[in-house]
């Protein structure tokens, strides 16, 4: 507020002229607005004083609707307030991604490396025969290092540098991009929600110190990503830098998060590994910190960028522990089957005539790139088949070779992981999230990646169904003709795209069955016919059975509400229950879109405050985290509590210190 | 501590003349070529910088290094020390940093900290605000834009176009996607098709797409990517409109257009149907657009409607209630005060729906990318380059503008056909302010095109330069290690370095230099200096020198002129000749006495008009044997220069200010008049890069790794 203390005088002169329209009460809500301004000085005046008390009463009077209010479009154009420009900044390990709040797409990228962090007016990348010795700086495990912002073990980190970094970052962004004076802005930062506190406040710090924003808002990359997709819960599959992480969004709000340390930074590592043993370097794997590095980082990353493809799904069956051998059941078994057995043999070529493009066609010769690699002592290139070239991201992903069961909490497959989050979570969620799986972060750019962890995850679903316990002695269990029948429901309830793929999978499929998501984004819910009788005894059976697609839907009261207020659209029910995958448009265009829709965010700090207290001001009380939480979900423009000095603040998900 | 002092304000003439002087004299990075004490002209009085380059023999009077090594300063802007936050942070952050507890205000500061390279810039780069006397450095200097322009055509933008049409240039201004050249508008030489000669209606359509981009330094043009253009100018406009292939694709504004004339026919519903078979495969600006306007509808029925729709007499109750939160709105609207701490006072749950068709923004996944894959692959057999060369690079990637056109899949780009020509970023013409007094520090013309600037208040005309040679005195220095290479400083044997400072300004300055007895950082070298404290002659103009040089001493001094020649030879000789002939009581008698065994302590080598030349010595560190030591890996890129850093303190006395009278220009007349004076002081730390310590390849590498 005390940024705009000139405003202040217009809307004195405006306020008193308004109520002289007395006008029919219909009208536009602008024009309501004005009508009773006079009024509602002393409303404000009182409003600060008793709040409590009105939202007590406002609760009573409304009775069984919830109080509305009228709010005005957000749409009307202010020119006033088109003065502000919100910057919206989203934080990445590899990357800082800056530009205006409404923008679709930020302004400008920055990345981090090693020509950042040189001092100005050190020109030696410009020298023609200069040559990084990237060989000392990758000592000691820091191979790659300087081409992150941060990392999240803080351990020995120098976190003044971190806000160098971010600093550095920011003012290349201001000036190269945005092209903005350093008039103080309000910014908006994206984050992750895992961020540790110290990372956290170096990087507040800085932005602080150096462009004396008023306020700085913190939203959460997941929930951001969610926005930006369109919808309200999802499952937001972040295929990281330092880790993939797993977050399933329900109405806005994280509910559950599961990460592993398979991200692009192994993806890189395992494509040093493997181009190394490609120039016949013997890696001792077991090793890791002392590992010898034979080619740049640089280079090897420009490699897994521009080559480094995903292998489709083949459902082999070797590692895992074995399902049914002959279809189990007629209708919804057979489907899955049909489509393993397609792509079992790969080498019959006869079998595969339904699904062609499934797959890379079978190699009779190897079709291969000749990579050249600079960075080794001696220039060298490689003639490298592309089966050859999957291998980097198998290994990183999914290592299929081991069994499921073989992996640490830590490095969980990244297909295992989505199926352990979703598996995890309350019936209800879970049917919405896996309808809405959203890839983002920068290996979405594997080709074919984010297809392969689909199917792999669907490939599970179909064989385990949302049941924790898996192994042999459920096999036998599942073998049991009494349950083999929900089983097959199952599996037909979540069906997934690539079923509609093969054709002959469609015609076996019953008819309840939605095959395909863009289909059925417009139709009716999913839920077959006998479903509630079904669901119904699979929870009696066995106390853990939740069945996902198939059970009855909860009321859900904003549903119900939205059913009431927006009749027309209360045809579309949402599509849950069945895995589909959207696009989204990216952390950074979420941000930007709450933004530009006003929407306050949980975390709003103050510079006054920060520069009190840093983090250490931020509360801790759950009470004052959840009720700001709740005010931001009400998706409501105008319902920032008072800002003055007192005011609790919070790092909301990020916690305190 | 010198808040409100002034220096004399300089007469614009003044100051013109010597900012020329600096910028072309004044280059700290080339020590063979200029060396203070040169013996051409006897009677040039400001030997660092009026000296042309001149022929240089191995016998001239310093080691000139043979190899790129050269001697450089930097400065380090006080500026990081006041980060408000830095005391603060280590409690935060508390345990495991073992770092944390090292960081005081005390340590001496590190050159080859990780944080240094932040806070560290050349003199040039550096500003100085009269009114705080302080060095301002780019990261704490307030900017203020004077005016955007393209650097390829030149043409000014107006502001309100960086708003609404963004950062880059909307004309025909754009780089190679390949090589980051510029493009140029060339005319597609078409052999001509004898039918659309013969049919005059088919003319117009052959002249279509006739135009292409062409990069002239690694001969890419647009047709790679399949784009032609129809006209020559504003190629901006007809690329928005174009994919990659040559398909046309609506731009925002078309289908912003065309929806509002479904909106119009289709009685307003925002979920039409016949909008979606427009596009099912959203690009990313569209899908934002439809997002954003989903929310925003969704946003305004959930209020809209609850009110209209929902039972009356909670509507009616509510009209009290509305009153209040309407003003406040307008309050807000017209305060400014935006959403993010927006105060009003409840949260009603408004509620909305997810999107649900592309229409609202909701765009399914392809996963399937199966076809990108084939290509790559494929792309041997089918056009017979190598899959590898297909692909963009990552810096070609990095380089690239969000090309909003492209749904967010197909924005994946990798292959080097579907890059897209760069148009160019606009750059920006700033002036500077100091953020605590406000002052203007620099300020450049207007006008795009003239370099010229109205006021520009650069640190090198305040602060003393300081530039760096190694001293070599036959006999006194030891012969360098036979297998090291030329520019190398020898381990563990004692080198010496003649620091040249050049005093801008007209006062004479005190300088007093401290540096730590080993230099921080993993190889400890020993340094010395030898005269810590000395002073500097003021910038005195250079015919008033003269005229004193005529009047007081020369007859005087040149006996010793001849004794000292003859003595030293041709080392050094003119250089403390001046030295001597211009204070002869001072410190240029007492490097007299020394002159036979070298630099003496606590004397100043040699002294100029303006200048002072003191002698550093290091004994610098064994690089190979310390790393071998420590077990701490190799040596690191930069780790193998020597870098000493000092703490240098001037203090000088200016005219007092007369602030409270007149704060503009007469500073200068005034203090003429009543000829107050004030001690002023200024204190940094600087880094020295007095050489390499072990030789450097031609190509970047570091030799002699153990």
């Known amino acids: ?657 | 501590m010198f808040g409100n002092n002034r220096l004399p304000a300089f007469h614009p003439g003044l100051t013109q003349s010597r900012i020329r002087d600096t910028t072309t004299g004044n280059r700290l990075w080339f020590p063979g070529v200029r060396s203070p004490p040169s013996e051409s002209s006897p009677s040039d009085s400001d030997p660092p910088n009026d000296q042309l380059p001149l022929p240089i023999t191995p016998e001239d009077l310093y080691d000139t290094p043979m190899a790129p090594f050269n001697p450089y300063t930097y400065i380090r802007c006080p500026c990081s020390e006041l980060n408000p936050y830095a005391k603060r942070t280590p409690d935060v952050t508390a345990q495991g940093l073992s770092r944390a507890a090292q960081d005081d205000d005390d340590h001496t500061f590190d050159p080859r900290a990780a944080r240094s390279n932040y806070s560290l810039y050349p003199l040039e780069y550096l500003s100085f605000c009269e009114d705080c006397h302080q060095i301002r450095c780019p990261r704490c200097v307030a900017e203020e834009i004077v005016c955007y322009y393209c650097p390829n055509c030149l043409f000014e933008v107006p502001s309100s176009n960086i708003r609404s049409e963004g950062n880059r240039c909307t004309r025909s201004c754009f780089q190679c996607p390949i090589c980051i050249g510029p493009l140029a508008v060339n005319h597609v030489e078409t052999p001509p098709d004898p039918n659309q000669l013969l049919s005059p209606d088919h003319a117009a359509s052959s002249h279509s797409g006739s135009y292409l981009l062409s990069c002239s330094y690694c001969n890419w043009s647009s047709t790679e990517i399949g784009i032609k253009f129809d006209k020559p100018n504003s190629i901006h406009m007809q690329l928005a409109k174009l994919r990659n292939g040559g398909e046309t694709r609506l731009t925002a504004k078309e289908r912003k257009e065309r929806r509002k004339e479904q909106g119009g026919g289709g009685g307003g519903s925002n979920n039409g149907q016949g909008e979606e078979d427009l596009d099912t495969l959203l690009d990313m600006e569209t899908q934002f657009a439809n997002l954003k306007s989903f929310y925003q509808n969704q946003l305004s029925d959930a209020n809209g409607t609850g009110k209209a729709g929902g039972d009356a007499s909670a509507a009616l109750g509510n009209l009290g209630f509305d009153a209040p939160a309407s003003l406040s709105r307008i309050m807000s609207l017209y305060t400014g005060s935006s959403s993010l701490h927006d105060k009003k006072s409840k949260s009603r749950p408004g509620t909305m729906r997810e999107a649900l068709a592309p229409s609202e923004g909701l765009q399914l996944a392809s996963l399937d990318e199966t076809s990108a894959i084939t290509a790559l692959q494929d792309f041997e057999s089918t056009t017979g380059l190598d899959a590898y060369s297909s692909t963009a690079s990552t810096t070609q990637l990095q380089s690239q503008t969000p090309y909003l056109g492209a749904s967010p899949l197909h924005g994946l780009t990798r292959f080097t056909s579907s890059l897209r020509p760069i148009p160019y970023l606009l750059r920006t013409k700033r002036s500077k302010r100091c953020p605590q007094c406000r002052h203007i520090i620099s300020k450049p013309e207007s006008k795009v095109t003239t370099t010229r600037f109205r006021i520009r208040l650069i640190a090198g005309n305040y602060i003393p330069t300081i530039t760096i040679k190694q001293l070599i005195i036959p006999g006194l220095t030891p012969p360098p290690m036979p297998n090291l290479p030329p520019d190398t400083i020898a381990p563990l044997q004692p080198a010496q370095f003649v620091l040249t400072f050049k005093n801008p300004i007209f006062e004479s300055v005190r300088v007093t230099l401290a540096t730590p007895a080993t230099t921080p950082g993993r190889f400890p070298s020993k340094v010395t200096i030898l005269c810590p404290q000395f002073e500097i002659d003021s910038n005195t103009d250079v015919w008033e020198e003269a005229l004193k040089d005529n009047n007081t001493s020369s007859a005087s001094t040149s006996t010793s002129q001849q004794n000292l020649s003859s003595s030293t030879g041709p080392e050094g000789g003119p250089g403390r000749k001046r030295a001597g002939t211009l204070r002869p009581g001072t410190a240029g008698g007492a490097s007299l006495a020394g002159e036979e065994l070298g630099p003496e302590v606590g004397k100043v080598w040699e002294k100029g008009r303006n200048w002072t030349s003191i002698v550093i010595e290091v004994i610098p560190a064994s690089l190979v044997q310390t790393a071998k030591r420590d077990g701490k890996g190799p040596i690191k890129e930069d780790e193998d220069v020597l870098e000493i850093p000092m703490f240098v303190r001037i203090e000088w006395e200016a005219e007092a200010p007369e602030d409270e009278i007149m704060p503009g220009l007469s500073g200068a007349k005034g203090g003429n008049k009543d000829g107050g004076k004030e001690k002023r002081e200024l204190a940094y730390w600087c880094v020295l890069g007095l050489g390499g310590l072990r030789g450097r390849c031609k190509r970047g590498f570091v030799c002699g790794r153990s």
């Open chain 1, 1 to 657: 507020m005390s940024a705009s203390l000139p405003h202040r005088s217009v809307a004195n002169i405006r306020a008193p002229t308004a109520p002289s329209s007395r006008s029919g009460g219909g009208g536009g809500s602008s024009h309501r607005e004005r009508e009773s301004s006079s009024h509602r000085d002393r409303d404000r005046d009182r409003d600060r004083g008793e709040r409590g008390d009105r939202d007590r009463g406002d609760r009573d009077h409304s009775g069984t609707s919830t109080p509305t209010r009228p709010i005005p479009t957000f749409n009307t154009p202010s020119s006033l307030r088109a003065e502000e420009e919100l910057i919206v900044i989203d934080f990445g390990t590899r990357k800082v991604q800056v530009g205006f709040a409404g923008d679709s797409a930020p302004r400008g990228v920055v990345w981090f490396g090693p020509e950042q962090q040189r001092r100005i007016g050190d020109f030696r990348d410009w020298q023609t025969d200069y040559q990084q010795d990237w060989r000392s700086k990758a000592a000691g495990g820091n191979w790659g290092r300087e081409y992150e912002l941060w990392r999240p073990d803080v351990r020995g980190l120098e976190l003044g540098q971190v806000g160098d970094k971010v600093e550095k970052a920011v003012r290349e962004a201001y000036t190269k991009y945005m092209l903005v004076d350093s008039r103080p802005r309000r910014m908006v930062c994206v984050v992750p929600t895992g961020l540790p506190i110290p990372l956290l406040s170096a990087a507040l710090d800085s932005l602080f110190h150096r462009f004396q924003p008023p306020t700085v808002s913190l939203l959460s990359s997941p929930v951001a990503v969610t926005v930006a997709a369109g919808v309200r819960s999802a499952l937001v599959v972040d295929l990281g830098w330092n880790e993939t992480i797993v977050t399933s969004v329900y109405e806005y709000r994280e509910v559950a998060t599961r990460r592993t340390v398979r991200g692009g930074k192994k993806l890189t590592e395992e494509t040093h590994r493997f181009l190394a043993k490609e120039l016949g370097h013997v890696q001792q794997d077991n090793k890791d910190d002392r590992q010898e590095y034979v080619l740049s980082f640089e280079e090897c990353h420009d490699i897994a960028n521009r080559l480094v493809w995903c292998k489709p799904f083949k459902a082999d069956k070797t590692p895992k522990s074995s399902s049914p051998p002959q279809p189990a059941s007629p209708e919804g078994e057979g489907l899955a089957t049909v489509e393993e057995s397609d792509e079992d043999e790969p080498t019959t070529t006869t079998t595969t005539t339904a699904a062609v493009g499934e797959k890379p066609l079978p190699p009779p010769p190897p079709k291969t790139t000749t990579i050249p690699l600079r960075s080794g002592r001696s220039p060298a290139s490689l003639e490298l088949t592309f089966d050859q070239l999957s291998q980097p991201c198998e290994n990183t992903f999914f290592d299929s070779q081991y069994s499921l069961s073989s992996f640490d909490d830590h490095e969980t497959p990244v297909h295992l992981l989505v199926y352990r989050t979703l598996l995890q979570l309350p019936l209800d969620v879970r049917a919405l999230c896996m309808s809405r799986i959203i890839f983002t972060g920068g290996c979405t750019t594997v080709l074919g990646l984010r297809k392969r962890i689909f199917d792999e995850v669907s490939h599970i679903v179909q064989e385990r169904g949302w049941d924790p316990v898996y192994g042999k002695a459920k096999e036998q269990l599942r073998m049991n003709s009494k349950l083999k029948k929900r089983n097959g429901r199952l599996t037909t309830g979540i069906t997934n795209n690539n079923t509609s793929n093969s054709p002959e999978a469609g015609g076996v499929s019953p008819p309840t069955t939605t095959t395909s998501g863009t289909s059925a984004s417009g139709e009716g819910p999913p839920t077959p016919a006998p479903a509630p009788s079904g669901g119904g005894q699979g929870q009696e059976e066995d106390g853990i059975w939740h069945d996902a697609a198939n059970s009855l839907p909860e009321i859900d009261p904003i549903e119900a509400q939205l059913a009431r207020t927006n009749p027309s659209s209360s045809s579309r029910k949402p599509l849950h229950g069945q895995l589909r995958a959207i696009e989204s448009l990216g952390p950074w265009a979420g941000g930007s879109l709450i933004t530009h829709l006003k929407v306050p965010s949980v975390s709003t700090i103050d510079k006054d405050q920060w520069t009190q207290h840093g983090v250490t001001g931020a509360t801790v009380r759950q009470a004052d985290v959840e009720a700001k939480t709740q005010q931001r979900l009400s998706w409501n423009a105008m319902n920032r509590g008072g800002r003055e000095g007192k005011e609790p603040w919070t790092l909301g998900v990020w916690g305190a210190a």
